[in-house]
């Protein structure tokens, strides 16, 4: 299935995704625990995420510059290592504001991750849509299991502690990817990539910049209700969900409900993956947004049993856009402007998206939790919108 080399490109790049969302996740767990132990409102945490969580989009605009210079490899390395350090200064924030600049620090060094990793299995690995599905589950497992590991460690040795351990996986990753030799750039690709269906080359189109504005836009509205909607999540699931597990309470208890909904994200990953080798991404990017939306929705308001079911929906089909609209960015670009195209990808997508960090935090403090999902749907209705234009073009320049 995979060569040595693509073996090893997925390892390292899955084990680092893993990793680097595990630490931003983490915040999702600890917000609370932190404004009331650092006395501050929802309001002024949602603002510190803002931060966190802009500069882990923003930052990746100079990724491509980066991956140029050092490699995509080097790129990964750097992330992971400035990454292992931040966290140790956020766990020895003694106020708000270190805590608020140690915060984004963290971010900042997960920013150069996304689009050195994506560019590093985009052109290293022959079946792009397997080796995006790998990459992907990587990142889904850290996200899903962060909640339940960082919930315990929070509930019964306390916030501090959930960055300090951080650390320890942090250190073990540099030791793998100083020592393993990957051979990078390994493939030759086209300006717009083969279709994997039926394995022969789509025919160029006329405006790809125009194409590309569209996933573009996909990605900003996704980053706004994919970080809305988790950034309280593990909050909402302690209130919402009445049903003993393992005699867990509070924020650990929430954490626990909220990594097995989010274990659906690994199968979500999967079936991205996969339909991603069989059908058009034009109309897979359609009906993942179309089942997304209304799983958002449910979570706001639902209770137990069937808030579970919600969380688990959303994670399946929000995380199987993942592969999808990653292999978008690619089939629309060079391998030369490959990594500069994931860089504003994942500006927008986690940057602008970060806004929602505040706006969730501002509708939570007034309006209360249930109504920060209500909001995000919303906004996954706009990006299905989006997914139509996105669909009848593509359409059209088949026929052409």
């Known amino acids: 299935m995979f060569d040595i080399n693509e073996k090893k490109t997925i390892f390292l790049s899955s084990l680092t995704h893993g990793f680097t969302h595990f630490y931003m996740t983490a915040f999702t767990v600890t917000n609370i625990v932190m404004a009331t132990h650092f006395g501050i409102s929802i309001t002024a945490i949602g603002d510190i995420g803002f931060v966190h ?8 605009l100079a990724a491509g510059f980066l991956i140029n210079r050092l490699g995509a490899r080097s790129s990964i390395l750097l992330s992971v290592g400035f990454g292992t350090f931040f966290a140790l200064c956020v766990a020895i924030s003694p106020n708000p504001v270190l805590l608020t600049i140690f915060l984004g620090a963290l971010g900042l060094s997960g920013s150069i991750y996304h689009a050195s990793s994506l560019t590093l299995v985009a052109n290293n690995i022959h079946s792009r849509g397997k080796g995006l599905a790998w990459h992907g589950i990587g990142g889904t497992l850290g996200l899903a299991i962060s909640p339940m590991i960082t919930g315990l460690i929070t509930q019964y040795l306390g916030w501090r502690w959930a960055y300090a351990i951080i650390a320890i996986p942090g250190v073990l990753i540099l030791i793998f990817g100083l020592f393993s030799k990957i ?27 125009m194409f590309l504005i569209l996933v573009f836009s996909l990605q900003i509205c996704f980053g706004l209700f994919f970080n809305g909607t988790t950034i309280f999540l593990p909050a909402f699931a302690s209130k919402s969900i009445n049903l003993p597990a393992l005699g867990l309470q509070g924020i650990a208890l929430g954490g626990f409900y909220t990594t097995i909904s989010l274990l659906g994200g690994l199968g979500g990953q999967f079936l991205g993956g996969e339909t991603s080798e069989r059908f058009k991404l034009y109309r897979l990017q359609f009906f993942v947004m179309l089942f997304t939306v209304p799983a958002i929705l449910m979570i706001g308001l639902t209770k137990n049993y069937l808030l579970i079911a919600a969380m688990f929906l959303f994670s399946v089909f929000g995380f199987s856009w993942q592969p999808i609209g990653n292999g978008l960015v690619a089939y629309y670009t060079s391998p030369k402007w490959r990594g500069h195209a994931y860089s504003i990808s994942f500006a927008l997508s986690f940057g602008v998206g970060a806004l929602a960090s505040s706006i969730a935090g501002r509708i939570a403090d007034h309006y209360g939790l249930e109504r920060v999902f209500i909001v995000m749907a919303g906004i996954g209705l706009v990006s299905f919108l989006f997914s139509i234009p996105l669909w009848i073009l593509n359409r059209r320049a088949e026929k052409e």
């Open 53 to 60: 969580n802009f500069l882990f989009g923003i930052g990746s």
């Open 183 to 209: 051979e990078e750039n390994a493939i030759a690709g086209d300006t717009l990539q083969r279709n994997v269906k039926n394995g022969s080359n789509t025919k160029k189109l006329s405006h790809p910049m």
